[in-house]
């Protein structure tokens, strides 16, 4: 089952239209996220992990979604996003423990064909 890769792809898709019809707002988003999000005095896994611990305690499951894949993408092991899980918790409380959960099964999910971390 792909269910969570299946809504990666919507998210995606769903980025490429809102990029298009909202024109300079859109673009500009993009480049703020690109800018913010690269290697820095803070590396890229770090900040992609960061976001992971905010969309969990804001309980936005896309931007949960993207970031955890964004922070895979970046080598985040599962100990890193457990821990980053965790961090989640202890700011937010009953959400993001509910939340956790959605971002551990994605977890599975997205590193399941790859192997143990």
Known sequence: MAYYKEK???????????TEMSGEPGKDFLSLHASALKDGALPHKSK???CL????????EGCILDHLRNAIKAG???????????TAIVMSGGPAYVYGGTA????EELLGSEGKK
């Open 8 to 18: 990666l792809d919507k998210i995606s898709q769903n980025y490429g239209l809102l």
């Open 48 to 50: 992609e992990l960061m």
């Open 53 to 60: 611990c905010v969309a969990i305690s804001i309980r936005c």
């Open 76 to 86: 985040a092991t599962r100990e890193e996003i457990v821990e980053t899980v965790n």
């Open 104 to 107: 551990l099964d994605a977890m």
